[in-house]
């Protein structure tokens, strides 16, 4: 059972553990200056990156580093466009230096989430990315929630897509995300995490798993999931 991993990275302060994180992952969101992150961070994330063989992506989110982006921001589509391009092409700008390829979008915290119910803010998330980054075939592949709204607008809008899975978060009945504010909404029991991208992947419509760099324990729950796709069960 294969399956691409994922990690949010270039958000914390420990450098150890964000290169515990990354021997892990296939693919790395990199804050790019909104919820968190700078030109250092960035820098020091992608040569990470790319010593690894790791994907390199943009992880572009509400401009709001009190809140680290997980509370709904008042901004209409021009503004999310507007702030969205503005980040991506941060991070462009010096991986183009580092001689590396942004390959993937995707949203972070409460504007992913925003995203996963409200096409109009889809939309202006993959019109950022048009117009930032799209050059042919070169245009990034945008991560979204399996089986979600934004999903289908990118897809009409005639982007690529990959369907995400989350093994450290509790979904509810409808497939949404448990918001952070309630009871166990965290998995942070490695198992637990471990058996539910598996779960997840089984169950088809999944492209890649993530799990949170702050994630309590998140080095040991990327550990035990990569072993799980690896063996399937």
């Known amino acids: 059972m294969i399956c691409d991993l994922n990690c949010d990275l270039g958000e914390l302060d420990d450098l150890a553990l964000e290169a ?3 021997e892990q992952i296939a693919s790395a969101n990199i804050a790019c200056g909104g919820h968190a992150g700078d030109e250092a961070t960035m820098e020091r994330t992608i040569r990470l990156a790319i010593a690894r063989g790791v994907h390199v992506g943009a992880h572009p989110g509400y401009p709001d580093r009190a809140n680290f982006g997980r509370i709904e921001m008042a901004m209409t589509e021009a503004e999310i466009e507007d702030t969205v391009a503005r ?3 941060r991070l462009h700008a010096v991986a183009t230096r580092l001689g590396a390829t942004i390959e993937h979008v995707k949203p972070h ?3 992913y989430n925003r995203a996963a119910r409200d096409r109009a803010v889809a ?3 993959g019109a950022a990315v048009k117009r930032t980054l799209a050059d042919g075939s070169a245009c990034p592949t945008l991560v979204g929630l ?3 709204a934004m999903l289908d607008e990118w897809r009409e809008m005639g982007l690529r897509v990959a369907a995400e899975g989350f093994a450290d978060r509790r979904y ?3 497939g949404t995300l448990r918001p952070r504010r309630l009871a166990g909404a965290l998995i942070v029991d490695p198992g637990k995490a471990a058996a539910q991208a598996v779960r997840l992947v089984r169950a088809g419509g999944i492209d890649t798993i993530c799990v949170h760099g702050d994630t309590p ?7 035990a999931c990569r072993r799980a796709l690896q063996s399937g069960r």
């Open 109 to 111: 915290g409460a504007l």
């Open 217 to 223: 324990g998140a080095a040991d729950i990327l550990q």
């Open 87 to 89: 980040q991506i092409a």
């Open 146 to 148: 399996a089986r979600s």
């Open 20 to 22: 515990r994180l990354m």
């Open 172 to 174: 509810e009945a409808d």
């Open 123 to 125: 939309h202006a998330i």
